[in-house]
């Protein structure tokens, strides 16, 4: 093999493994996605590349800012083996990291100009369209993803389905089923949507800004994820506020949805009924979104969960319980109700399992990157960098809040996906800048 062919069919794999990360489960038969095949057939041409380039390593990829951080990480939860509770349970974690590590990596690989950055964003906006439009039909029809949790047919295809009782996230819809898209889990779906959402958001385009308000709110809303709609509102009020500066327009939003809901809660001792069960209703969601309602029990349990790992991670002395530590912890505690060990708070976990040293080298990195995409958000001169920043910068500021919502994001591949186009758009600022000053 021509190592000029060799190149480009790397490239192609590439692509292929960045967008078979983003499907995701959606494509696998138990623990098994199409994902990792991709993956092992990407590590084997890797090798054969790394091979031809007579085993030396790309030096572009290993001085793109912030690539680092991720090798100074996985390396010190490979040395906290030598600590963690559970070797199974630590390689399992190590694996995860890699496959993240992996998509991140490749991504800052593949975008090396911004033409390379669009077609990657144009595959990975035809699969989000792709995960709306089921998570649409999972919302407001009978129909269901055959992986999906709530699928009759999902043991065909090695998954164990999910009983209407045990969903944590079974609010007061009474007999609606929430939607899982492309994900297992809703509250997985709910985050990958806020993530994509600023990229609508931000477009010039007023039909793809709409499509995208309308339909993603929606999605997020049928989830009952309360996190990531919090986090929705955060994105809604930093995109007005900071990205467009329409100061006196959120102020009015924010007016106008007080004095409606206020409007609501008069109608709380109506006779008519219809006025009265929408007032209760909208009460009901409030409480729920502010945590003074706790359907299924989940904000119990997940303080149960974290409060396990933090006390775990105090007797540590801040070593932190290694990978795989939390889940190790747990499980010689006992689940939480009857089923869970996952902690169920990304951050958290982070402290945990990495203790000190990652908690505050992750914070300090995802702060770092939030800073840098909202630089670029307000002085890139080029339209497309521009918009990527300012999106970026938005997902990634709601990813935070939002990371609560899920069991764990540390196999959660859209996460990888952002940090690698985050990275990637960073790198190609710094190099416009760099040939603007020459």
């Given at each position: ?28 038969y ?24 007579e085993?030396?390593?790309?030096s572009h990829l ?7 951080t ?9 040395i ?33 100009n ?158 008519n ?33 974290v ?70 958000s ?61």
């Amino acid at each position: 093999m021509k190592i000029s062919s060799l190149n480009l069919s790397f490239k192609n794999l590439s692509l292929l493994l960045i967008g078979s990360s983003f499907l995701g489960v959606s494509i696998s038969y138990g623990d098994f996605y199409l994902f990792h095949l991709v993956l092992f057939i990407y590590y084997y041409f890797f090798i054969l590349k790394l091979k031809y380039d007579e085993y030396t390593i790309d030096s572009h990829l290993l001085s793109v800012k912030y690539v680092t951080t991720l090798l100074l990480v996985f390396g010190w939860f490979l040395i906290s083996l030598s600590w963690s509770q559970n070797l199974i349970l630590g390689l399992k974690y190590i694996f995860y990291l890699m496959c993240g590590i992996t998509i991140t990596l490749s991504l800052i690989s593949y975008i090396s100009n911004l033409n390379y950055l669009n077609k990657v964003f144009y595959i990975l906006s035809f699969f989000v369209s792709l995960e709306i439009f089921i998570s649409a039909l999972e919302s407001f029809s009978s129909f269901r993803m055959p992986i999906s949790s709530y699928s009759d047919i999902s043991h065909l295809f090695g998954k164990s389905p999910l009983s209407q009782n045990k969903s944590d996230i079974y609010l007061f819809y009474s007999s609606i089923r929430p939607p899982t898209g492309f994900r297992w889990n809703t509250n997985d779906l709910a985050i990958s949507m806020v993530i994509a959402f600023p990229f609508f958001l931000c477009s010039r385009k007023n039909i793809v800004k709409i499509f995208g308000i309308l339909t993603i709110t929606t999605i997020v809303i049928m989830t009952a994820s309360r996190a990531v709609f919090l986090s929705l509102i955060l994105i809604y009020s930093i995109y007005l506020f900071v990205i467009k500066k329409k100061v006196a327009t959120i102020s009015l939003i924010w007016i106008a949805t007080i004095s409606i809901l206020f409007g609501m809660f008069q109608f709380k001792e109506s006779e008519n009924p219809r006025m009265n069960e929408l007032a209760n209703s909208v009460e009901a969601a409030i409480l729920f979104l502010s945590g003074e309602v706790d359907f299924g029990g989940s904000l119990e349990w997940r303080r149960e969960l974290v409060n396990n790992g933090l006390v775990a991670f105090f007797q540590s002395f801040g070593l932190g319980l290694g990978a795989g530590g939390s889940v190790a912890n747990q499980e010689l505690i006992g689940p939480v109700a009857g089923r869970f060990t996952s902690m169920h708070n990304f951050w958290i976990e982070l402290l945990v399992e990495g203790g000190v040293f990652v908690g505050c080298l992750m914070t300090f990195w995802i702060v770092s990157i939030i800073y840098k995409l909202f630089i670029i958000s307000r002085s890139s001169t080029k339209y497309d960098l521009k918009y990527y920043g300012e999106s970026l910068f938005l997902s990634m500021v709601a990813f935070v809040p939002a990371a609560i919502a899920a069991s764990s994001t540390i196999y959660f591949f859209p996460m990888w996906i952002m940090f690698g186009l985050a990275i990637s758009v960073i790198y190609l600022y710094e190099n416009e800048k760099i040939s603007y000053l020459k």
